[in-house]
């Protein structure tokens, strides 16, 4: 092991979870393939299912963390496109969209029968975080679409991002068997999913430091959030933020959850009054505080990717034409800034707070 590698161990506590023997290189491959390949993840097409619950009983459970499960049926189609009826547990999730003043049906978690699952799009599929439509209106579905659009960016820009599924999902109330809505939904990949991906594993580390993590990943990351206007995470206490390790003790931060970003700006959306800006719309950088040229490499990365990148929001169905235009507005913006140096250097350098992490 390279000396830089075991003083990164030192540094991060390497204990627990990170005890537990590595795997094989052939191990690690077998695992990254199959991990590259589940089905949910295989198309980009939308998906269509119904899911069959308790929801009022659901919808009162408001508690964080709770630990309630409620059993439900979630229907779509399988092998030969016969409909397969799939035993799941339904619970819900969340913090700003959890509260009933934010959002009235609530962000939800879907525990998976494995068995059941096979031969659909959920085979080999444990248990899945779905972000629903917070309000039954069609303002609120494009607000989740225009989530999407953050992690398609983000896998755009590195492998190292979650994955997404969107979906078109009907909900109906197993109790008196009414059909509640059919919205606009995703999908979002299991955490150690992504780690097998990328050869890794997630590790539950807080107060990590800017110095513990692989630097590129760490740049690219704080770059991804400018661009999509987020602040609200933070890696010191993986707050929207999960760190996946390599076998030679590497870190590297991969974020999730981008409701409360200007491309998206829903109603509910407020920054942290701590951060001094007046509006998620408004972009602040919060990574390592560097020179111009050593974010240079960096800065690249997005510019090649920007054709991609708003191409995105073209190939977007579900989105209006007044939410599309605004979504590849704020993104455009962005390549705006970055194509002129002075402006690149005044939002990433001159306005930069240092800190040791955040």
Known sequence: MALGTILLSVAIG????????????????KRQGVAENLPLFRTAEPLVFKLAADFKSLNRDRKVDSPKRFPGVLTVAGEGGQPVAIPVQASTRGKLRLARKVCSFPPLRVQFSKKEAKGT?????GSLKLVTHCENTGEYEQYVLRESLAYKIANVLTPASF????????YVDSTTGKTLTTRASFFIEDQNTVARRMQGRIALLEKRLFRHLDQPSLVRLAVFQVLIGNTDYSIHALHNVRLIQDPQGILRPVAYDFDSSGLVNPPY??????????SVLERRYRGPCLP??????????????????????????????RHRDAAKD?????FDIIANERRTKLLFVDRCRPSAGI
Do not use: H, M, N
């Not at 799009?121 to 599929?125: L, N």
């Not at 050593?294 to 989105?319: H, Q, S």
């Open 14 to 29: 390497v204990g627990g979870q990170d005890e537990k023997p590595w795997p094989g290189a052939e191990e690690l491959r």
């Open 163 to 170: 994955r997404i599924r969107v979906a078109r999902a009907t």
């Open 292 to 321: 111009v040229e050593e974010l240079e490499p960096t800065v690249a990365e997005f510019r090649a990717k920007k054709a991609e990148i708003l191409a995105l929001c073209d190939a977007e169905a579900g989105l209006t034409r």
């Open 330 to 334: 704020y993104l455009t913006d962005f």
């Open 121 to 125: 799009a959920f085979e080999s599929q």
């Open 269 to 278: 959306a407020a920054p942290d009054r701590r951060l001094q800006i007046s």
